[in-house]
């Protein structure tokens, strides 16, 4: 299976090395929005979708004025998921699944480009993306992002095989893209695992930020550890999480490549940059 690693949103937050570990405290950091296409034996998959052409064109109403001034992305159309896929060749059409690790404004954007598209995410990750009971998720769920109407495929945490420590994982496309329950950050956040070649990559979404959170012995940026804290849903489930990703970096060895959705070093691992 070919596998593409795109950045779909670069995001410019305040925040220095308290946020990135490195430079002054009054740089702005870099994070990417770590996307993955998948050329599967079922068509395309994407794997989250960062933020998409309509956001670009109407960021104010789609994003929000809060997330564009605490997170200042570029708005560059030509970095959307829509067109990177069309510069290798592909259209729109031929993306027949999208995989969500959760529905925050920077994953979901996109979803408006691939209206052909099933997109698979955990039922209460839905549930909390279209109630927006709490205030936390009124903010970070914009429902205008999937207002264009969704061939939604809910996942229930439940039965299911078991993928190293994950437990009750779900088969996207049998066998190579797994679904595995990972909530914490969000109330239904998943991780995806993606068959490859002799091993699997890992698509931690924002079960961590930065690449030393799941090294060992394990850190984090001050910064950034205080608002993952913050906007978590359940912060002891989001830090179990990550105790689960170092075991299973430590139990399959080489075998597994684990990246998050914003680390910028994870990202340049894959495509060199
Ligand atoms: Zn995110």
């Known amino acids: 299976m070919k596998v ?4 779909c949103c670069t995001m410019h937050p305040l925040g220095g090395r308290l946020v990135s570990g490195r430079g002054s405290i009054f740089d702005r950091c870099k994070l990417v929005s770590h996307v993955v296409l998948l050329e599967s034996s079922e068509g395309l998959v994407l794997v989250d979708t960062g933020i998409g052409t309509a956001d670009v064109a109407d960021p104010e109403r ?27 060749g592909f259209r729109a059409s031929d993306v027949r699944h999208v995989v969500l690790t959760h529905l925050d404004l920077d994953h979901a954007g996109g ?16 549930e909390a993306a279209t ?10 769920y914009r429902p205008i992002q999937w207002a264009h109407g969704v061939d939604w495929v809910l996942h229930d945490v439940a039965g299911g095989e078991r993928f190293f420590g994950f437990e009750r994982v779900r088969a996207i496309v049998e066998p190579e893209i797994l679904l595995l329950p990972a909530h914490g950050h969000s109330r ?21 930020f930065h690449h030393d ?4 012995p394990p850190s984090c940026p001050a910064g950034l550890a205080l608002f993952q804290r913050l906007v978590a849903h359940d912060d002891a489930a989001r830090l179990a999480n990550q105790t689960r990703l170092r075991e299973l970096k430590r139990e399959a060895g080489g075998r597994v490549r684990v990246f998050s959705a914003h680390d910028e ?7 060199g940059g």
């Open 213 to 216: 959170e799941v090294a060992d």
């Open 62 to 88: 789609r994003l929000g004025k809060a997330f564009l001034t605490a997170a200042k992305p570029e708005l560059d159309p030509g970095r959307t998921a829509l067109r990177q896929l069309e510069r290798l």
């Open 265 to 271: 070093e994870e990202l340049a691992a894959f495509t």
């Open 188 to 208: 239904g956040h998943a991780v995806v695992a993606i068959a490859h070649e002799d091993g699997w990559l890992v698509h931690a979404g924002d079960a961590y």
């Open 4 to 7: 593409h690693h795109l950045d």
């Open 131 to 140: 109630s927006r009971v709490t205030r936390q998720e009124a903010q970070r």
């Open 111 to 126: 979803l408006a480009d691939f209206p052909h598209a099933k997109v698979h995410v955990f039922r209460a990750e839905h």
